[in-house]
């Protein structure tokens, strides 16, 4: 029984996944979005069922697979921008498609089930971020957050200029975005890590695609909870934690309870096995 335990979890991702993708397939009549929906939940699927084995980079596995496959093969090969301009681009024209259907299962309702699951196993973003050396913040935390805020407006107003002087070549205005945006988030991203040694500092002051995440995270279901029996308050968890999350406190309100990435840093760090 114990060892059928560690199954339950990846089972339960693929299945969610695999709900999402034959729906998809079935009424968009695409073969393509169960082929696609079916790849990112073994992906996450696996990663988690190799950290319940084990495996310190269980969850380096799944980023790197499902990354690169939205980087390079769903931005770079078949030419889609799966940015937050894309999501603007296809929400605007009032197409169910691409980015629009990728935001609302990772970024808008998913977190509802699994929070910002998608920060820490999936994107392109943070894979690259999370090889460089500040894997643990050695700074204070700063008050940057509202340039996030700053960020997700100038998404807007240019898909909404593009819109408004009816540019021509949308589709490739939107490819070279893609590109150009790719490059200027890992160029600040790069840059950010090194100046505040923390490799997600990206992640907590600039990127815009958390005004989606951060308030359905409040409310997911999944989330990494304390035994209070068992913990005797190390504060190694929190010492560890890439986001700060005060993950001791089970309460929704705990301080950057909607930053959780669910790496799990903690679970794996803790001596008393209390998270």
Known sequence: MKKMKKYIGPAFLLAVFEAIAITLWLTKNN?????????????????????????RRARRVAQLLV??????????????NMQIEGFWYYLFTGTFEAATIHYAVAKIFGPLLFGRGWCGYACWTAMVLDFLPYKTPRGPRRKLGWI???????????????????????????????IAGNLLYYAVGIALAFLFKDNRAFCKYICPVTVFLKPMSYFA????????A??????????????????????????????????????????????
């Open 31 to 55: 073969l393509f979005y169960l082929l696609n929906f079916s790849y990112i939940g073994f992906s996450v699927a696996l990663g988690v069922f190799l950290f319940q084995g084990g495996y």
């Open 221 to 228: 279901l999944l989330r990494v909870k304390c035994d209070p």
């Open 148 to 178: 996030r805020y700053i960020a997700f407006a100038m998404s807007l107003v240019f898909v909404l200029a593009l819109f408004a002087a009816h540019a021509a070549n949308m589709e490739r205005i939107m490819f070279l975005a893609f």
């Open 67 to 80: 990354g690169l496959y939205m980087l390079v093969y769903l931005g770079l090969i078949r030419r889609e």
């Open 230 to 275: 068992k913990c005797v308050s190390c504060g190694k968890c929190k010492r560890v934690c890439p986001m700060e999350v005060d993950i001791t406190d089970n309460s929704r309100r705990r301080k950057n309870g909607t930053e959780c990435i669910l790496c799990f840093e903690c679970a794996k760090n803790c001596p008393k096995g209390a998270l």
